[in-house]
């Protein structure tokens, strides 16, 4: 598996290197060292390099370095457009994924909203995140961005007497023109997971 997935980020990169975008640094955004690209991805410093993609201290030829490889790929002029906030079956094809979206997203988080809530500040500073706007309500929330010009709004409700805990992830109201509808799903997922090795 390991395997394909190198092959796949090195296709990625292959497509990306062998048309370059003049301004793919200012597209990312993030910073130009000859061929290499330099951004902050998943709360970590992301190198892109024409044979490799490290995130943090490691090298990621895994679902990490298929994201980043595609977004890079996607990268675009456009900025981020945060509100009006969409849910994930409200993107285009987004309907074979609905299901894994909200396990492997939503409900992989419900049974540690309590600690979340006191992890709150360090999620926010580490995924380059902040408050949730006002549209997103629950009991507390935040916004948070895993690539630099795609935004997540995790929205948490506590438990109480007549309701179970419960958790909405919303995404950033175009976020699917910097990535691939099935990409946005990892991105999620991968971002649930990395709230929480936050709170661990």
Do not use: W
């Amino acid at each position: 598996m390991t395997d394909n997935y190198a092959k796949i980020v090195q296709d990625n990169l292959n497509r990306l290197y062998g048309n370059l975008p003049k301004d793919l640094a200012k597209n990312l955004p993030g910073e130009q060292d000859v061929e290499r690209f330099i951004f902050d991805a998943f709360g970590k410093k992301c190198v892109i390099e024409p044979e490799r993609i490290t995130l943090g201290e490691e090298e990621h030829s895994s679902v990490f370095g298929i994201l980043i490889s595609l977004y890079a790929l996607n990268a675009r002029s456009d900025i981020c457009v945060l509100s009006p906030l969409k849910s994930f079956k409200e993107l285009p094809d987004s309907m074979p994924y609905v299901g894994a979206f909200t396990t492997h997203i939503e409900q992989l988080l419900v049974p540690h909203v309590a600690k979340i809530k006191d992890a709150v500040p360090r999620i926010t500073k580490t995924l380059k995140g902040g408050k949730a706007p006002s549209e997103a309500g629950g009991d507390f929330s935040f916004i948070v961005y895993p690539l630099p010009k795609i935004a997540l709004c995790f929205i948490f409700y506590e438990a109480d007497d007549e309701f179970p805990a419960s958790v909405t992830c919303l995404y950033s109201n175009n976020a699917n023109q910097f990535m691939p509808v099935a990409g946005l799903a990892d991105v999620g997922e991968y971002t649930s997971k990395k709230i929480l090795n936050l709170i661990d």
